[in-house]
Structures are given as structure tokens and as C-alpha cells.
């Protein structure tokens, strides 16, 4: 069971587009509930256990567990097409609402309407209180029926085929969830259709009167209700009021090839794809592959599931933002469905902001656009650790990836519970034969993560829990394609490849090649795989957020408008051998990003150094040059990766809880005047989420300790050691020739797979790679580095990490998250 964090709560188109006749009186336009050939939309409540859906028709037997939809109704009109086999029945039952603002359930039993043969169809229960007593439906022998379940203001009407329609009064505030039984026998719904009022036109009067855009306002006409786009730099056309939930339906009509979208719950001066969301809009050939660019994905991150406009016609969108759940239908027909508080990126975004239309040089035109605003929603955004959704091994692998602050939360953590403590597990082998040799095997529940080699020769069959035959059975240059891909790089290979029992790994005709895998392993509690039901890896949605991710990070772009609280330092001048505070922040909560405002230069040298002071410590959590904690960006160019990022600063996603206040200083060690520099920090403040901070230090332990390490001349070869409880995320190293790596210890017993000649395959480096910057490691700017955000390495009392002893080591900082 999952459970919920988020309560449920155009005129003339370039030459090419003509111009739309009158629009018709407005009526509700029916909307599919049931996806062809899944449960989507109705898998909030237990595991769906005895339904069958297949071409539309959904299926449930006696055993059938009960099916929680993820939607709220006000007024509305449900249409169904039923059968049901004697003495069954099809249970809707209606859940009233937490105070008609979510699909959290109040303390009164939920209103139930049954549909059945014989006595009592359309029967209207009310707790123990039957409001209207059902009539009787002939036996007819699997013939399909119709119902209408209607809910206006106050009152509440069942209409079976042509009899006598059955009416109940109710609270004319109330709001209800929808769920699905099956009781004593098979049933079958054939359609099932939602009609719900449209609302108030969206365009009033003909004009732009209440929208505005940061482009050219010029390039948008409006005349009649007819919004056309004539494609002269307008950006994006935005209402001037906000919105939270609501129901948006309306007509487009788009240009062959086009590309637009349509923009909500976006920030007034924000980006909906990455700052609210963007319901995208695109023309391409119906036989291309569904993405996160296909119309009514939401751009960038979640592909739809199905298609159904028509190129160069007047389309219908309808698109329901209910509290976490966005929802899509065109042409009527369900195209996306998903709850954006089990998305790893989307769980970021604003609950209110503007809604808008995108100028992306297409001709497109809109039209009969409605807007039908829900009551005003509470949207839980990501911190509330108590209503954090339940997931798979894969999807808590992955959002560590995605927002580290879960490495911060030991219970949250893909860590917790593991056999000894020790999750993340490293393979090095050195082949050399031309026949099969075996990579690695693991027993899971687990996943590899990450897979580095020395060259591509050989062939890789990948043989899941025990089985005699692959799965997945390739060449090795091929092996990023048919593994799931985190990132652009092939070398690393950053995957997320989860097994439920085991995972044997071998190769063949390879020719002298060195492989270093590393894997994870899941609590036994913990399902390794998203779908029980179909073996599905990973869920929709969660690939194409973590690669998008990485794609705005090389491109200079990251939250910058995310919900929560901002706060920035004035520009500072400090002297050599000065420190200076830059800011300090009171209370419980955690940093989720900070950004520097320096000159690039100052990233060539030690001599600006950046020092956090927690919970009223008197020594710095995190001391260290600045160059060490944003390597990569010293030559003020982005690259793909998911850590650090330049835009006007440069801001690290290392998140640094605080349960007593956090205060950042800046200090000179150079020999010359630093000038202009401050901070910019985004935090989530628990004081209104935590009523005690010792609730908070409970569930948030860790705190990030940053300690930079002078160059070793002495040679002892110890490259981090740190005591206590914790768990090692990075390392930074200026490396004095090539470091060998001599052992891993953790807790006093050394770890396989870490010794190594050098620290190649560690950061995925060719043979012979002098520079390179990948999405997690990298040798670049006389700096070497290595993030272990998917592979972090848990100890209780201690972590060594040791080069051979007479290695002089470089500087270095390590990172880590300890109590």
C-alpha cells in the first residue's frame, strides 16, 4: 500500500491555421476514468488485487480488493456501461472529503451507491441509513446496462437504464473521493465517464484584459473566445491571477510540426518546466514513441501513456491539477495520469501560480476555454517526512540521486535495516579470458547502480533471481541501451537495475578488460521492483526526471523558484587573514541548496574558503577552499552532472540540516582583497512541520561534515578517515600523480572491490582520460572527484579509506553525512 502524502484532495493562425467559427453553448465534456490496459488512476488506496482490465473493460471478481481513485468530485455526472452476473454487485462508494478540500477520508462512512440485477439496484446508503432504496432491474442474461450517478448541489440521483431515477439529499458543501468494489460475483464496467460544469470562460471579452508575459505581449490576439498565437517572440501568455486546483478544459488547434504547452502552477517570474509544469503540446507522426516531450507529458518529466489527437484538427484538452494529482484527458480519452508526490523532481514544485500558453514559434490557436477552480487546497511539498509515499528499491535509489536530503534521514534512507549496515557493495574483476567469466552475483532484493570498464570488448548477459536464461543479453558497447540510463555518459554507466532475488552478471570473448560494478541492497521489507503486478522496473516518470535533470544542469538552469524560504547575503569585501559572516538562519530545518556569488577566478586558488557552523557548534561542520566544493565549474562552464551547477553563483545540492541554527562564513587566506562576494541559500523550515526539535534531530540525524585535509607530505596514505556514526557521499582529491587506492575498511573490515592501481574506473575514466567531468565523478582543473550518491557507504563506527603507504597525497576534502 502506498501511502499519501499529498492529500487528494486561434481567430487567424499564421497563414496556415483559418478562423474558427462561433462556439457552441458550453457543455460538460465527457472524460474516460479507465486507461485501456492499466490501473492508472486507481491505485491510491490497498494493492489491486482481482481486476483485470483489458481494451477498456475493467473486471472484478468476488475477491476483488476495493479500488481508491486519485480524484474528488463536486458536482459531477458519472455515465456507466455495467453488467453484473446474479447476485453480484458494483459498489461506488463516495468518501466525504476532509473538510472538501482532499480524498483524505473524515470520520463519517462514505456514501455508497450499488448497481445490481434484481432488487435494490441503484440502492443510496448513507452509513447505516439507506436515503433511497433502489428499484428492481430485471434479469437480463449479461446484458449491458446503463447508469447515470449525478451530483448537483444538494442532491444526489442514480438512473439505471429507463427506470425511475432514486434521489437522496446531501450537504451541498461537501466533497467526495470515488472508489470501485465488486461484491459477490463477477462484474464488468464497459465505459465509465465523468461530466463535471466547465466553469467561467477563461478569456473575457474578447481581450488580454488579466494576462500579461515577459515576451511581447503583440504577438497574442484575442477575438471573440478565440486565443491566437502569431508567433513574434510572445514567451509565454500568463493569467494575472494564481491558481491551485481547478479543472482546465478548452480547444487547440496546432500547426503541423508545431511545439507549444500549456503552463501551470508556475512562479510569476518562473519557467513551468522547471519551476511550476508544463503540459506539453506537439505535432509528431501517431507511431512515434511516447516521451517526455509528447503532448500532455509533463515536459521533461513524465511521458503520457496513451495519444489521441488528431494533427491539425481542434483538439480537446482537459487538464485536472487536484492537490499532488495531475491528470490529462484529449479527445475524452485518459492520456495522463500522475501523482507528483511520488516523483523525485515534481514533489518540488508550487501547489498555486499562473496558468499559460506558449509562444515556441508554432501556429496554434485556443479556444472555449474554461476554468473551474476547486475549493482552495493545503499541497504537502517535500519535507514531511511523516506522509512520505512508500516505495520500491529503486525509486528510494534513485531519489537519493535526485535529492540528497533523503541521505540526511537514516530511517528514509535505502540504507536502513540493511545486512550489516552496509548497503552500497563494489565488484572489481580483471578479465582475461576469451570465454564465460562471471562479472558478479548478488543476492538481493538489490540493484546495480553503476558500471565501469576499461574497454568494450566481450558480450554481457545479464541472468535475474536465479534464472537459466538471460534477460538482457548484449554486446558491451552496447550495454547503455539496454540498461536503464541515468545519465548521457556511458562510462560510468549510472543505472538503476533492480532484482528481486539475485543478479548473476558474466561475460565472454572479452579481451583483457578490468569492470568495476557497484550495487546496492534493499531492506528484505522493501519491494525491489515498481510493479509487482507486471515486473515493471521503475515507474513511469522517474528515468525521464533524472535525466532531465542532468540535461538543465549542463545547461546553467536548477530550481532557482522552488516554494520554499529564500534567503541572501549582502556583497562582502574581505580582507587577507579576515573572516567575515555572510548568513545565519535560526531554528530547525535544512539547507536544500547554497549558492555562491563569486568572481570564477576565485575558484583557481585556496584562497577563498567557504565555513558552516551547525546546531551552535564552535567548529565548523563544513571548512574548506571553495574550489574543492564545486569542482568542475573553475572555468565558468556548466557540464551535465547532478551536484553543482553555475548560474549567477555557484550552487551545490549537498543539503546541511540544522537543528539549533546554521551561519555561514566566508574567510580570506590569500594574500589579496577579495571583493563582492555572497550567498544565496533555499531552505525548508521544519518549525512549522516539527513542533519539537528533538523530533527533528530524531528523524533528521545526520549533519554534513566537510573537513579539508592539507597536502600529506608525510605519506601515511590515508585519504578519509572519520569516526562515528555516518555514511562517506564524496570525495575531493588533488591528486600528486596517480592514487592508488590499497583498501576500503569500514567498522574495522575491509570492503571488496576497492583496491585498485588507480582511481579510474572509480571516477570512470578511459585509459589514458586525462580530463573529463561526468555526471558524478570527474578529473578536471588539477581536482579528482566522486560523488556516491547512488552508493554511499554506511559505518558505525569507523571509515578508512587508504592509498598504499609512501603515497603522497594532494589535498583533499572529504564528505560526509554523520551524527
Not at 482490465?53 to 455515465?79: C, H, P, Y
Not at 441503484?122 to 447508469?147: F, M, Q, Y
Not at 484538452?317 to 487536484?322: D, H, K, P, S, T
Not at 551547525?614 to 563544513?622: C, K, L, M, N, R
Request: charged share 20%; glycine share 10%.
Amino acid at each position: 500500500m502506498r501511502a499519501h502524502f499529498v492529500l487528494l484532495g486561434a481567430a487567424i493562425l499564421c497563414s496556415s491555421l483559418s478562423a474558427s467559427p462561433p462556439a457552441p453553448a458550453e457543455e460538460p465534456w465527457g472524460l474516460s476514468l479507465l486507461d485501456d490496459n492499466s490501473f492508472v488512476g486507481w491505485d491510491y488506496g490497498d494493492e489491486v488485487v482481482g481486476w483485470t482490465i483489458k481494451n477498456g473493460v475493467l473486471r472484478g471478481n468476488a475477491d476483488a480488493s476495493t479500488m481508491q481513485s486519485g480524484w474528488s468530485l463536486g458536482d459531477f455526472e458519472l455515465q456507466i456501461q455495467w453488467t453484473a452476473e446474479e447476485g453480484a454487485a458494483i459498489t461506488f462508494t463516495l468518501p466525504l472529503t476532509a473538510s472538501g478540500t482532499s480524498n483524505a477520508k473524515s470520520d463519517r462512512p462514505p456514501l455508497q451507491v450499488s448497481l445490481r440485477e434484481g432488487d435494490r439496484c441503484g440502492e443510496i446508503v448513507d452509513e447505516d441509513v439507506v436515503l433511497a432504496g433502489g428499484t428492481k432491474l430485471p434479469k437480463s442474461n449479461g446484458t449491458i446496462h446503463t447508469a447515470v450517478v449525478k451530483r448537483e448541489n444538494a442532491s444526489l440521483s442514480v438512473t439505471v437504464d429507463k427506470l425511475p431515477p432514486q434521489e437522496a439529499s446531501l450537504n451541498p458543501r461537501a466533497r467526495f473521493g470515488l472508489s470501485i468494489a465488486s461484491n459477490g460475483g463477477v462484474i464488468e464496467l464497459r465505459s465509465l465517464r465523468l461530466l463535471e460544469p466547465v466553469g467561467t470562460p477563461l478569456l473575457q471579452n474578447g481581450n488580454l484584459d488579466g494576462w500579461w508575459t515577459l515576451g511581447n505581449l503583440d504577438s497574442w490576439s484575442a477575438e471573440g473566445d478565440t486565443l491566437t498565437c502569431l508567433n513574434r517572440d510572445g514567451n509565454y501568455l500568463r493569467t494575472e491571477k494564481e491558481y491551485g486546483d481547478f479543472t482546465l478544459s478548452l480547444e487547440y488547434k496546432l500547426a503541423a510540426g508545431g511545439n507549444s504547452g500549456i503552463g501551470i502552477r508556475t512562479p510569476r517570474e518562473g519557467w513551468p518546466s522547471g519551476d511550476g509544469m508544463e503540459l506539453q503540446l506537439l505535432d509528431e507522426p501517431p507511431d512515434a514513441p511516447l516521451s517526455r516531450h509528447s503532448t500532455m507529458a509533463l515536459y521533461g518529466n513524465v511521458e503520457p501513456f496513451a495519444r489521441a489527437d488528431s494533427p491539425e484538427e481542434w483538439n480537446r484538452a482537459v487538464i485536472r491539477a487536484e492537490h499532488g494529482i495531475i491528470t490529462a484527458w484529449i479527445n475524452g480519452v485518459l492520456v495522463q495520469h500522475i501523482h507528483t508526490g511520488y516523483l523525485s523532481e515534481l514533489r518540488h514544485r508550487h501547489p498555486r501560480g499562473w496558468i499559460g500558453f506558449q509562444d515556441h514559434g508554432a501556429s496554434i490557436s485556443f479556444r472555449r476555454m474554461h476554468l473551474l477552480e476547486s475549493p482552495v487546497s493545503h499541497v504537502v511539498v517535500y519535507g514531511s517526512f511523516e506522509e512520505y509515499p512508500r516505495e520500491s528499491g529503486s525509486e528510494q535509489v534513485l531519489d537519493g540521486l535526485m535529492n540528497p536530503i533523503r541521505l540526511t534521514v537514516a530511517e528514509l534512507g535505502f540504507n536502513a535495516g540493511c545486512p550489516d549496515d552496509l548497503c552500497s557493495k563494489a565488484v572489481s574483476v580483471l578479465v582475461h579470458e576469451t570465454g564465460e567469466s562471471v562479472l558478479a552475483e548478488q543476492q538481493g532484493p538489490g540493484a546495480l547502480v553503476r558500471l565501469s570498464r576499461t574497454g568494450d570488448s566481450g558480450r554481457l548477459a545479464f541472468y535475474f533471481d536465479n534464472e537459466s536464461t538471460p534477460r538482457i543479453e548484449c554486446a558491451a558497447s552496447e550495454v547503455g541501451s539496454r540498461l536503464p540510463r541515468v545519465c548521457e555518459s556511458s562510462s560510468p554507466l549510472l543505472t538503476c537495475l533492480p532484482f528481486k532475488a539475485a543478479l548473476r552478471i558474466t561475460i565472454r570473448d572479452a579481451d583483457s578488460v578490468a569492470y568495476r560494478l557497484d550495487f546496492v541492497n534493499f531492506p528484505p521489507d522493501v519491494q525491489a521492483i515498481a510493479s509487482r503486478a507486471n515486473d515493471e522496473l521503475l515507474p513511469r516518470g522517474l528515468l525521464p526526471a533524472v535525466t532531465y535533470r542532468q540535461e538543465q544542469f549542463g545547461w546553467g538552469t536548477h530550481r532557482e523558484h522552488d516554494p520554499y524560504v529564500r534567503k541572501s547575503s549582502e556583497r562582502l569585501r574581505v580582507l587577507p587573514g579576515e573572516s567575515a559572516p555572510l548568513l545565519s538562519v535560526d531554528g530547525h530545518g535544512v539547507v536544500i541548496w547554497h549558492k555562491l556569488h563569486a568572481n570564477e577566478t576565485l575558484l583557481h586558488d585556496d584562497a577563498l574558503w567557504i565555513e558552516v557552523f551547525v546546531d551552535g557548534e564552535s567548529e565548523p561542520a563544513v571548512s574548506a577552499p571553495a574550489r574543492f566544493l564545486f569542482p568542475g565549474l573553475d572555468n565558468a562552464e556548466n557540464y551535465p552532472n547532478f551536484v553543482n551547477v553555475l548560474r549567477d553563483g555557484f550552487t551545490s545540492f549537498l543539503p546541511l540540516p540544522f537543528a539549533a541554527g546554521i551561519e555561514f562564513r566566508v574567510a580570506n587566506r590569500g594574500n589579496k582583497l577579495i571583493e563582492d562576494v555572497g550567498l544565496t541559500i533555499s531552505v525548508i523550515d521544519f518549525r512549522n512541520r516539527v513542533n519539537a526539535v528533538d523530533t527533528f534531530r530524531e528523524m533528521i540525524p545526520y549533519r554534513l561534515r566537510a573537513i579539508f585535509q592539507p597536502a600529506d607530505e608525510a605519506g601515511d596514505g590515508v585519504l578519509v578517515e572519520a569516526a562515528g556514526r555516518g555514511r562517506l557521499i564524496g570525495f575531493i582529491h588533488e591528486p600528486a600523480g596517480d592514487t592508488a587506492i590499497e583498501s576500503l575498511m569500514v567498522d574495522g573490515v575491509e570492503q571488496p572491490g576497492w583496491a585498485a592501481e588507480n582511481t579510474d574506473l572509480l571516477l570512470g575514466m578511459a585509459p589514458g582520460e586525462t580530463e573529463a567531468r561526468r555526471a558524478l565523478s570527474g578529473r578536471y582543473g588539477g581536482l579528482e572527484w566522486v560523488y556516491l550518491l547512488l552508493t554511499p557507504v554506511d559505518f558505525q563506527e569507523s571509515l578508512v579509506l587508504k592509498a598504499p603507504p609512501g603515497t603522497k597525497a594532494g589535498g583533499r576534502l572529504a564528505l560526509l553525512y554523520m551524527e
